[in-house]
C-alpha cells in the first residue's frame, strides 16, 4: 500500500447532510483551534486509562458528519483528597463552513475495561457537545481562554434519538455526571486558513499528525499546525497523453452504450422506441490530490480518438455504430500542473468520464440538429493515480485504468470492469500512458530528502535571498482555451457554474468541479527577480539625556525670586543644592551601606522654555500637562500647568526664555506657588524581598522618560529624559541638583520603496533622514532625602545558581502557629483561634443552627469536629507536599532570561523516569546542551553538562532518567516578552483625568506588577511527585534605551524598516569579537506584531522589520523590542519603546505656496459638546471656524481647512479636534500632503554678511499681465529670513508694481533658496520668484 493510499483511507470524512449543501452556497470556512486539556472528576477510578474522541454534529438533521479524532490513552491519577485527573493536552485543528447555530462538536469519553476471558473492551461512560458557533453564526466566544465542558452520563448515540432537542440542558433523560468536566479552551486559529487547500473540511486533525504539504514545525515543537509552513511547489508538464481501453476502444464503448440503453428502458418499463443512447464527448479530469482533497479544483480536458487526427478522417465525434472508431483517447494539449509538492502523498489523479446523449433516429439516420431531443447524461468509468518517481526528471509513465467498487478520489461511481477478461489487471481495464517533464532546475525529491534538507536549514539562521529564481518558459497553444458545442448541452453538476462558448474551438481546459474557476495555464503570471524593499530609518529615537548642566545663577533667582517651595530634609532643614557628578562613578557598596535605607524621591517640574530653534514651528503652548512613569509606580498624567512669565503675564510671543509652570484650578484662577512637585516615598520595609538593591539599580542605570502635551490641542510637544543616577545620595543624608532638559519631536519622512534593479544594487540603501526638532528646554529639580528604616530590609538571596530540593526529614510545623524566638533560645508558640485563621469554618459557624440542638455550643463542637474531618486529607497532602517543595524567587527583567539548576535526586533505592511538568510556558527546561554551556559560561558555573540528557515523551514534556539515590543538575531558564498591556489608556492625548495629586505616592507590596508562582513538578510513574520547586517571579523594570513615536492612519498596518547601528557602537556588545559583524535578533513585546531582522548579505547593515496593525482612532499602542547579539538571547543589549498612534487619514495634494481649501464631516456624539479644532503647523494649515463652536449631539457639521504648505514634497501634518470643557479628544487626522513645487518664473542671487547685523532691503518688480486691476497677496516659503513691506498690493492693468523685500540677518554661513510666492484674490498662484540668498 502506497502512502497515498494509507492517507486517503485513514481520512475519508462523512458529508454533512445533503440539506446542508441545497440550502445555500457555503459561506467561507472558519478555522478552529481546540486544546483538550484534562479530564477530572469523581467519576473516574485511579489507574484506569481513558481517551477522548472528538466529532461534529449536526443538531438540526440529527446527523454526525466529518470524521471522529481519537486521542491518545491517558491514564487517571489521583492525589487525596482531590479528584482524579486524566491529563491530555492535546491540540485539534478544523475548518467548517456550515457557520449555523446547530452546528457542535461532541466529546465523548472511552474507558479501558476488563472482560471475564481475561480481555478487554472499551466502554463509553460520558459526553458533552461543544457549539461552535451562537445564534448569528459568528464564533462562540472566540476570546475565551478556558472552559469547563459539563459531561453527561451514556453515549453520543443519544443525540439521535428522535426527542433530544437542542441545546442539551432541554432534555430532561439525560443526567450530567456531578463534579466530573473536561477542561478545555476554543478559539479561531487564522494561521490555518493558509492551508485550507490541504485539509479538507471537517476533518479533525492533531497538531502532532503530518498533514501533506507542510514542512515539520520549527524548533522542538511537533505541532506544525500552530504556524503552518508551506513546502516548495514544484511544475510538471503532462504532454502526449492517450488512453487505450480493453479490449479495443470501439467494443468497450459499444458494451457501455448497450447496457446504458438497456437501462434506460428498465428505468422506463417501455419497449425499444427507436432512440440509442450515444456518446456525445469523451473528458479527462486531472488534479493534484495530496491523500486528503484535491489541492486545486482538477482540470477538465478533451480527448478525441486518435482517428481524427488523422489526414483521412472525420472531424465529428462518431455515433455507437461507426466502426472504424480509433483504437486509443489522445489528448491535444498540454497539461501544466504547478501545484505539484515533492512528498510521497502527492499524486496526479486521473478520472475518464463520458457524456451521453438520448438521441431519436429515422430511417436508421441520426435526426438532425433542430429535431433532435437530447438528455445529457455524465458517466465516469476509469480512474487512475499516478506518483512521481524520484529523483527523475523527462520521462514516460504507463498506468493502469482502475474501476468498479472501489473509493476513488473523485468520490463517484465508477464503470464495472469486464468479467470476460482474460489478461493482465492492468490490460482488462486499460491504461494512461503519457510523458511527463518539469521545469530544468527543478526536480521531485522525496518527503526523506525534504525533512533532512529542513533539519540543516533549522540548525542554521535563516538568510534572506535577494533573487527569485524564474522557472523555464513553457510554449503553450495560442488559441483560447474552450467548450465544445456538447458542452452547452450537457448540464454541469454545480448548479452555479457559468459556462462560455468560443465558437469553433472544441478543445476544453475549463474547470467544471468548482464554482471559483482557476486561470488556465496560459493566464498564470510567472515571477520576475524583483524584490521590493522598503527603505530603512536610521534609528534616531528619544534617547536618555546625558548633560548634567545646572541652571545658571541667573536662572536660579529667577526660580527664588517667583517662590518656588524649597525642598526640606529629615531635620527640616533646607537641601543644598549640588553640582551634579560624572555619570557611572557611583558606589553601590556605599548605598548598601547607608543607614538612611529609606528614599524620598522628589520630582520638581520648575519651567519650560521655548528654544530658539524651534519658534518658527508652530505656535508656543499656554497650557501643557506631562506623562511619565517612575519605577513601578502606576503611570502619572499631571494636571494642565499654566505656561507663565516671571515677571507674571502670560506666555505670549516667539522670543520667551522660560515660563513657569503653575497649576490651574478648576474656576481657571492659578493655584501658587509654581511649579509641580511629585514626591515618591520608597521604603525598604514594604519592599519585597531583595528589591531594594533592585531599587539602587534602577536609578544607577535607568533613565525617566517624560513626554510634554499641549494642555488645549492635546498635541504632542516633545519628549525629555534624564538619567535618574543623580539620584544617588552615595552616603549623604540628601541630595538636590537642577537640570536643563531638551525637549525635541522626531519627525520621519514618508514611507518608500525601492524599486527594480536599484533594490539589489549592493550599498544602493541608505537610511532615510530623521529630523529631530528642539521644541524647547524643561527645568527639573530632583532630590532624594533619605530616612531611617526601623526594619531590616530584605536582602537578595544567595547568588548560587543551584536550587537544592528541601531535607525530607525536617517537617514544618501546622501554618496555624505563629512563631517567636525569645532571648533564651527557646521556641515559643502562641496559640490562635480557628475561627481567626479559617473563613470557610467562619462561615460555618455563623449560619443558623438547626431546630433540635438545645446549645449553640454543642452546635460549635458539631461543626468544628466535621470541618476537622473534612479538611484532615487536605492538610496532610499539604504537609507532605511542603516537605519535598523548593522556592526559587527570580527576579524577571524584560527579555533577560534568568537561569538557574535544580539538584534533583532520587529518593528510591531502584532507577526511575522522571518527567517534568512546568505550568508556564516562560518557565522551561533547557534541552540544547549548547545552551546550557552558553549559559553556564554567562554565570560561571561549574556544574557538569551532559548531552543528550533528556527525552521527549508523547505529550513533549521532557523526561530523565534517574539511577537509584542519584542527584541531577536540571537546567531551567525563565524569559519573558510580556510587558505593559498594549494599548495604552492612562497616558497620551486621549483625555485628562484627575491628575498627579502632590501627596507622597508610596510603594506597597501590592505595586502596579504582582508576582506570579510558578510550579514545576517531577513525576514518576503514576504521575506520583518525588520533588516540587516553587519558582516565584517578581517582574523588575526594565531599561529602555530609545523612545520611538510614530503616527499612522487607523485600522491599517504600519511597516517600518529600521537601521540598525553599527554592533560595537552597542552598550553591552562584546569587544575583540572575531569573525566580522554578528548577527542581531530581535523579539517583540506584542506577539501579534511580526518583527524580524533582514541582512543584505555580507559587509552590509542590518535593519529591523516591524509589522503593527493599528487599531481605531484615537488609540495609542505601545510595545518593547529587545536587541540581542547572542542566538540564545542570553540578555538584551538594547530595548527600545514604540508608540503608535491611530489616527484618520486625509490625503491633500497640493502646490507650494498655494492655498487648497476643503472640508471634513464631524459627526457628533451622545452628548452636545464644545469643541475647538487645533493644528500642529498653524501657519500652513488654518481651519474654520478657529475658535470654539458647538458640535450639536449626533449631528453633522462641516469643518472648513485650508492648506498652504511652504515646501514641496511629503508631509504630516496632526488636526486634533478638542472638547474644550473637559479637555478631551473628540477626533484627531493625519493629513498627509502631497505637495508639488510651483514653476519658477524669475530668478534672482544676492549674497549677504552671516553672523548678524541689521539684515537688509531689496526691491523687485512685478507687472500686472492682465489688462484690468488686480489685487496680488504674498506669501514666502522662510518668514523667519524675509518679510514683505506690504503683505498685498493692487496694480492696475498693465503697470508695475515695486515690491518692498527685508531679509533678516543669518547666524550660520551657507546658501538658502528663498521662494516668493505671487497669488491672486483667490489665493491661488501667479508666478514664483527664487531667490538665492549667500550667507558668507
Known sequence: MGEWERVFRQHLPLPPHPQRARARPPPRSTAFRCVLKYLHGAALSQGTKYQLRLSLFDATYHHFFGKTWRSSWRAASAAPPRSARATFNEVVYFHTSLNHPGIAAVVEVVMTAGKGDGSSQHLSCGFGTIPLFHGGSEVTNPATEDRALKLYHGTPRALLHPRFQDPVEKNKYMTVMEKSHLQYALKSHQPLEAIFHLLPENLLISGLQTVPGLLPARGDANDCLQKPRLMKTVTCYLERLFIRLYPSLEEFEEELLDLLNSDRLLQANTAPDGEEVVVRERRLHIGVHNGLRFVRAPQVVVLVPDVELSPGGCQRVPSSGARGAGQALVLRSRIQLSEMVPHPAFEVCFQLEYVFCSMGRAGGKALSGSARSEVADMRSVRWAVWSPVPGTGDTDVVLPLRGGARRGPYQTLVYRTPLNSQQGKHVESGTVQFHVSTDSEEHLVTAAEILCKDRDELKQPPTPSLRVSTPRRVPVSPRRPGLSVSQLVASPRDTGQTLQQDGGITHLEANLGSPDAEPCASDQLQALPFTPLQLPMAPVGLQACSSHVSLSRAALARLHAAGVPDILDRNQEPVEISEPVELGSFNLRLEEADPLQGNEIILQFLAFGRDAQGSAEGLWPRTVFLTFQFYRFPPVTTPRLQLVSTDGGLAAGLAVPAQLLVRVNEDGTLNRPPGLQLKYMVDPAFLRPGEQRWFLRYLAEHSLQVDIWDGDSLLHVGSAAIKLEPLLRQGQ????????????????????????????????????????????????????????????????????????????????????????????????????????????????????????????????????????????????????????????????????????????????????????????????????????????????????VEEDMFHLSDDLKPQVYLRPSETVHIPFKYQTFSADPAVVAAQGPAGLGTGASENAHSLGKSGAKQSKLIQVSFQVSGGKPIALLRVKVEPQPHVVDQTFRFYHPELTFLKKTIRLPPWHTLPGTPVGVSGGQPEMFVRCSDPDIICETKSLGPGEPQDIFLKVAGGPSPQIKKFFVAIYTDAWLAAPVQIWQFYLHSLQRLDVACTAGQLTRLSLLLRGTAAPRRVQAFTSHPQELEVDPSSAFLLPANGIQDLYIGVRPRRAGSKFIYLNLVDVESHQLVSSWLLCLSCRQPLISKAFEISLPAGGGKGCNKRITYTNPYPSPRLYFLCTNRPDLLQFKEDSFEVAGGEVYTIGLRFAPSQTVGEEEILIHINDHEDKNEETFCVKVLYQ
Open 733 to 944: 543624608v540628601a541630595v538636590r541638583t537642577y537640570h536643563e532638559l531638551e525637549v525635541a519631536t522626531t519627525e520621519y519622512e514618508p514611507d518608500g520603496t525601492v524599486m527594480g534593479r536599484e533594490a539589489l544594487r549592493h550599498g544602493a540603501l541608505r537610511p532615510l533622514g530623521v529630523r529631530v526638532a528642539v521644541r524647547g528646554r524643561l527645568h527639573l529639580c530632583l532630590a532624594n532625602v533619605g530616612h531611617p528604616c526601623e526594619e531590616t530590609p530584605g536582602q537578595l538571596p544567595s547568588h548560587s545558581r543551584i536550587v537544592t530540593a528541601p531535607d525530607s526529614t525536617v517537617i514544618t510545623p501546622g501554618v496555624n502557629w505563629c512563631s517567636l524566638n525569645t532571648p533564651g533560645g527557646r521556641r515559643t508558640a502562641w496559640a490562635r483561634r480557628l475561627v481567626d485563621v479559617d473563613s470557610e469554618l467562619e462561615a460555618a459557624l455563623r449560619s443558623r443552627r438547626p431546630e433540635g440542638w438545645p446549645k449553640q455550643h454543642a452546635w460549635d463542637l458539631q461543626v468544628i469536629d466535621a470541618y476537622r474531618d473534612h479538611i484532615k486529607g487536605e492538610s496532610i497532602y499539604q504537609m507532605l507536599s511542603q516537605a519535598i517543595t523548593a522556592t526559587h524567587t527570580v527576579h524577571a527583567v524584560l527579555g533577560t532570561a534568568e537561569f538557574f539548576e535544580f539538584a534533583l535526586k532520587n529518593p528510591y533505592g531502584i532507577q526511575h523516569t522522571v518527567t517534568i511538568d512546568v505550568d508556564n510556558p516562560e518557565l522551561s527546561v533547557i534541552l540544547d546542551p549548547r545552551e546550557w554551556r552558553h549559559f553556564k559560561e554567562l554565570t560561571k558555573s561549574v556544574t557538569p
